[in-house]
Structure formats: C-alpha cells, structure tokens
C-alpha cells in the first residue's frame, strides 16, 4: 500500500455512501410530513440499537432500538408535553439491565431522541430551506475538515479522545459553515448573525462527532457498527448532525428564527 492510498484508501467508499445517503435523505427531507417523521424515527432507532450494543446491552440491544424508534415516531407525529416522557423510554429499557455504564446508555440515548425532535421541529415549524441550512451547515464543515484535515494534517485537535482531528481540519470546518451561513444570508434574505450562528452550529457538529470519539474509545471499539460501508454506523455519520440539532433546538427557545420557507 502507498502513503498516497493509506492516506485516501476509503475516499470512494465514504462518497458513493454518503452520495446516496445525502440524494435519499433531502429527498425525503422535501417530502417533509409523516415520511420524514418516519425516516428521523428510523435512524433514532438504529443509533440507539448501537449505543445499546457499545455499551455491552448487547442481549436486549434490538429491544433498546425498536423502543427508541416507537418513541421517536410518537414524539415527531404528535409533539405535545404529553409525549416528552418518551424521550427516556430507549433509557429506562437497558438502564436495569447494565451492570455499569449505566449514566452513558442514559445520556447518549436521551440525547438521540431529544436531536431527533429537534430536526423534526426544525423541519415542521421552519420549513425545507432551513431544515437544508442545517444539514448543509454540517456535511460542508464535515466535508471541509475532512479533507483540510487530511492534507494539511497538522497538530491533533483532541488526541486523547479522537486522534485523527486536526486544528487545521476543525477550523476549515468553521469556514465552511461560514460559507454556508453566507450563502443563505445572499439567497433566503436572512440577517448576516446566520454566518455567526452557522460556525457555533458547526462547532456543536464538532462537539457531537468528539462525544460519540469519547462514547466509542470507551467501548474500545472503532465504529459503532458497519451499517454504512466506509462511514461505520449510523452514529459515525449523524453525530454531528446530533449536536448540531440539539444546538439549534437550544438556541431557538432564546433567538428568533427566520421565518419558515418551503
């Protein structure tokens, strides 16, 4: 194997995955309503399947995933205070069943359910436009320091937790998703704060995607499972989508959002 193969060996299958994973997923994201309820639920389902099977729940781990996609389905369609408790449901079904690691299963998997109604809301409440602007803002800082990253290399961002992080790779992340706060400033008639908003939203992205690091160095494995060929899991390649939810579903309870579009 050459340097130049061992440094780029799974480019081509991390694009034809993610190319087909993003075609189908704003495909979805467009038809909006009950479909994309059932696509957030579905990948709640399975990420949960996954924390459960890293943390060593791994008996009751298809249980941990189908109760964490029911509840994540029921919470989307009807998204009312009744429906919050649900979000522990995944939690409460290994909690008693795991001899420790019990704080982590709890934590990571609540956060699956609460990112995900995140997104859903985003979706509902905003419209397509910015449901994209939030993806977009991710898959272009992923992107960006993906590749930055892997040319420049460079001091290690966080080696005890994720060693192939660079700072070169997580700052070309931020500028990215300034380019894409820029953009939809130009074309949504947004305020220029979208470009500020859109570099804290990509640094969320950046701190799901070391949590998940930590959550995997933890379980001593090197991806959460091999569902996406040349991405791993589904936690591999939504991570930082979930912080970035979990972000904007913080910061629209205190800043006004734009007004919905699509």
């Given at each position: 194997m050459t340097v130049a193969e061992g440094h780029w060996g799974d480019l081509s299958r991390r694009l034809v995955t993610g190319g087909i994973t993003a075609i189908l997923g704003f495909w979805i994201m467009w038809l909006g309503g009950h479909p994309f309820h059932a696509l957030v639920a579905l990948v709640a389902g399975l990420m949960v399947w996954e924390i459960a099977r890293m943390v060593g729940v791994t008996e009751l781990a298809v249980a941990c995933g189908l109760v964490g996609g029911l509840a994540m389905l029921l919470l989307v369609t009807y998204q009312t205070l009744y429906t919050w408790p649900l979000l522990l449901a995944p939690a409460a079904t290994g909690f008693a069943r795991l001899k420790g690691n019990r704080a982590t299963y709890a934590l990571y998997s609540t956060a699956v359910l609460v990112a995900g109604y995140g997104l859903a809301v985003q979706r509902d409440d905003h419209g397509f436009v910015w449901v994209v602007w939030l993806v977009l803002v991710v898959i272009v800082s992923d992107i960006m320091g993906y590749f930055v990253g892997k040319a420049i290399g460079g001091p290690k961002f966080w080696p005890g937790i994720s060693p192939g992080k660079t700072w070169s790779g997580t700052i070309a992340g931020w500028a990215g998703a300034a380019l894409v706060g820029l953009a939809f400033v130009l074309l949504a008639n947004a305020g220029l704060e979208l470009v500020a908003i859109s570099i804290l939203v990509a640094i969320a992205g950046q701190a799901g995607d070391v949590a998940e690091s930590a959550l995997k160095r933890r379980a001593g494995v090197k991806d959460s499972s091999s569902l996406l060929p040349g991405h791993g899991g589904l936690c591999d390649r939504f991570d930082s989508l979930l912080g970035a939810?979990?972000?904007?579903?913080?910061?629209?309870?205190?800043?006004?959002?734009?007004?919905?579009?699509g």
């Open positions: 939810s979990l972000f904007v579903l913080a910061a629209g309870q205190v800043i006004e959002f734009p007004a919905r579009i």
